[in-house]
């Protein structure tokens, strides 16, 4: 499941993240959160002072790997992470455009069909 903040100055405000689980910390049901840069935090799940967002998970975009790998780079990170996440990225958009090439074509095949 998707989550981000919905308060103004809650930690990246805005941002959708992928709820992992839902269990106590410090002795209050938190909300653990990972965003697409792997960037992860622990959210309070009833913080009177902030509001959630849900929504459904969808698979990683291509464009979440590259922002990944640049973050990596920018910030001293690992290379081989750096690398890991171009590599996704790449996978990720390539299947995406088999997919839909495999749309179009079934699309066009069910249109000769009818026709």
């Not at 805005?14 to 709820?19: H, L, Y």
């Amino acid at each position: 499941m998707k989550i981000r903040s919905t308060h103004r100055y809650g930690f990246r405000s805005g941002e959708w993240a992928e709820c992992l689980n839902r269990k106590p910390f410090n002795g209050r049901d938190c909300y653990y959160v990972r965003f697409p840069d792997g960037v992860t935090d622990i959210w309070v799940c009833d913080d009177p002072g902030n509001k959630y967002e849900f929504g459904e998970s969808e698979a990683v975009k291509p464009h979440d790997h590259y922002i990944a790998a640049e973050n990596e780079l920018k910030l001293g990170g690992d290379p081989i992470k750096a690398i890991a996440h171009a590599i996704l990225a790449q996978t990720a958009a390539d299947t995406i455009r088999l997919v839909n090439a495999e749309r179009e074509r079934t699309a066009n095949d069910e249109r000769v069909k009818f026709v």
